[in-house]
């Protein structure tokens, strides 16, 4: 079975500075993988996802992930965060089962102090 | 506004009443998906549902049932509810039943506590 892990799953930073969250997937398909973010009291929304092609994605706000499938990896990362950037980040992978199934990690919580 | 509604967002009950979350979605969807997140977990899936009358079980689907008799609705029913079913439970749609390159949406999340 699949499974998605998240290395810390806390992180607390300063404004401005850079942000990287781990993420390692146990399927040696064809995978598809997204980034999910939680705010506060809100529900999750699509940060950004990878299918095919360029390996380094661009999402919304500023993140970016790149997938490196020798790694079986999906780092998010944020050059520079901001106080509004608090939220908890899921990372998730879909291997093609099931149709839509997404595996999610046990998501990493991001505190950023102004 | 395309959305994923869920009722209730708060629900505090005791063990054993019968309870339902209804969600319900107007982007004409077919497939639908119940997730339960809980600390340190992420999000797991309980059932999902490909199309109409069609449901199937996620990774942890003891305790719960659903049905999907129209493409809008998906309820999720917990028969007789335990305090291991605290959680906060989020219902996902997306548009095509077989493909992966499916983006899911999700609802504002339903927050279960059985006492």
């Known amino acids: 079975a699949q499974s998605v892990s998240q290395h810390n799953h806390h992180v607390i930073l300063s404004e401005a500075a850079s942000l990287e969250l781990g993420c390692n997937y146990s399927?040696?398909?064809?995978?598809?993988l997204f980034w999910y973010v939680q705010y506060p009291g809100q529900h999750l929304q699509l940060l950004l996802k990878?299918?095919?092609?360029?390996?380094l994605v661009k999402g919304i706000k500023g993140f970016e992930a790149e997938f490196i499938k020798s790694k079986f990896s999906f780092n998010l990362r944020k050059p520079s965060v901001q106080w509004s950037d608090t939220a908890e980040y899921f990372c998730a992978v879909n291997a093609g089962a099931a149709g839509n199934k997404l595996t999610f990690g046990g998501g990493t919580r991001v505190l950023v102090k102004p | 506004e395309a959305q994923v509604t869920q009722n209730p967002r708060y629900l505090i009950t005791v063990t054993g009443k019968k309870l339902t979350v209804t969600c319900s979605q107007n982007m004409n969807h077919e497939y639908m998906s119940w997730y339960r997140q809980d600390p340190g977990l992420g999000l797991r899936q309980i059932y999902y549902s490909m199309n109409v009358e069609v449901t199937d079980k996620g990774d942890v689907p003891e305790g719960y049932k659903v049905s999907r008799k129209e493409k809008r609705n998906f309820p999720l029913i917990l028969e007789s509810p335990s305090p291991n079913q605290t959680s906060l439970y989020f219902c996902a749609s997306s548009p095509h039943r077989s493909s992966s390159y499916n983006e899911q949406f999700f609802g504002p999340g339903t927050r279960l506590t059985v006492l």
């Open positions: 990878y299918f095919s092609g360029d390996p």
């Open positions: 399927y040696g398909g064809t995978v598809n």
